[in-house]
Nanobody, 114 residues
């Protein structure tokens, strides 16, 4: 199983980024995919889950600004992040639970300047 996250960067407050997480080694059509983020000096927190069927749920802090989606042809999950705030700064990780264990991508840095 491999999860490869990309798409992070430096953006000004109010800007947008789209994160991608390309997967292999899982049945992407049924595996729920989750995004977490870890701000400097803080624990890793849940951001969003996109189910195998494409339904999404979000932490309150990003509701209405972030949108998760999936491309089944590319085995890739996305996180579209709009109206970014400095508080969104952190390393973003994609995650899935497959074959009785958690799998993590390598993380992609998002920095939002004020």
């Amino acid at each position: 199983v491999q999860l490869q996250a990309s798409g992070g960067g430096l953006v000004q407050a109010g800007g947008s980024l789209r994160l991608s997480c390309r997967t292999s080694g899982i049945n992407f059509r049924i595996a729920d995919m989750t995004w977490y983020r870890q701000a400097p000096g803080k624990q890793r927190d849940w951001v969003a889950t996109i189910t195998g069927g494409g339904s999404a749920s979000y932490v309150d802090a990003v509701q209405g600004r972030f949108t998760g989606s999936r491309d089944y042809a590319r085995n890739t999950v996305y996180l579209q992040m709009n109206s970014l705030e400095p508080e969104d700064t952190g390393v973003y990780y994609c995650n899935t639970f497959w074959r009785d264990r958690q799998w993590w991508g390598q993380g992609t840095q998002v920095t939002v300047s004020s």
